[in-house]
């Protein structure tokens, strides 16, 4: 059943200003969906720029959508092609089979099955927070396929400490444990700006601006009014988790250029979050002489304020990869 005709025209309103930010002076072309079958469903997302652009995989953050990069991607060089994908359990792409939890292994597996629907051998990853986390240890597993790495306020790795390691996983087993009992027939139904409501108190890094954009990937109309698409199950605790010793480990096997862009007022205010884990992280970058800069902002400052992101991205982007690959002939995407 539809929902009733004045939720139904506030959507339609709020989906009209998400779209304006598609249409900036500084790219103006069409906007296509993406759709890649995978065993439980698809993998859903949006692409932008040219056929032939350099290619450039954008991976939201947690609980968000591939929507997260709408106000940033219309400011980035427009010689690239960017796919930016909503993860498995988020916006438009299938929920994982039931009885099954998400990590970031499993995600990278995803972006494997991915990039090979659309035949890419090369590629740049702009990851924001738990697509950064993502991103980088897709960088580590597979640093040839690799040109450059884009950390918007995410480290790439997230340590655990292990004394902390059983609980966290015995936590994780039994929430699932839980989920999978009393989950039956469960689906709360919002109207939109009680979702709107609900997505603001539940995130205070985003602005009710930036709420509509992600809202357009992130509810579906259900009878009564909309609900969440995004699967409960993403809020479990992850119980694949890693050691601050393998996180070095693995962040020396990244070979590719590597952009760690801070927000002043983000992650590390945000989350809780031992401050040794991330100083050592940090400074692991700049050992390596990869760049590391704070603009102002919060944690979702790419999508509430992309002109302080787009600048430094667009000149990494140009300098790093754009101007490397000058002439260089790669062969056709399947997209």
Known sequence: MWVKAEVYSTMMKAMKVARRQLHTTAMKQTVSELCVPVPWGEIRGQVWGPDHGKRVLCLHGWSDNCGSFNSLIPLLPKECRFVAVD???????????????????????????????????????????????????????????????????????????????????RTGIDQMIEFDKKSEGKMRVYTYENAVKRLLDGNLSISENSAHILLERGLVKVEGGVKFSRDFRINLKNVVRISMEQSLHLHSKI??????????????????????????????????NHEVVTVPGNHHVHLNNPENVAPIVSDFLRTRVLSQSAGAEEPMSKL
């Not at 590597?258 to 590390?268: H, M, N, S, Y």
């Open 255 to 288: 070979k590719a250029p590597v952009l760690l862009l801070k927000a002043e007022d983000g992650f590390d205010k945000l989350y809780d979050v031992a401050k040794q884990y991330t100083s050592t992280l940090l400074q692991a970058y700049k050992d390596r």
């Open 87 to 169: 993860l498995a359990g988020h916006g438009l792409s299938s929920h994982r089979p039931p009885g099954v939890l998400y990590s970031f292994p499993y995600y990278v597996m995803d972006m494997r099955r991915v990039i090979d629907a659309l035949n890419w051998s090369k590629f740049s990853i702009i990851g924001h927070s738990m697509g950064g986390n993502v991103g980088g240890l897709f960088s580590a597993l597979y640093p040839e396929m690799v040109e450059a790495l884009i950390l918007l306020d995410s480290y790439g790795f997230l340590p655990t400490k292990p004394k902390e390691l059983a609980r966290v996983m």
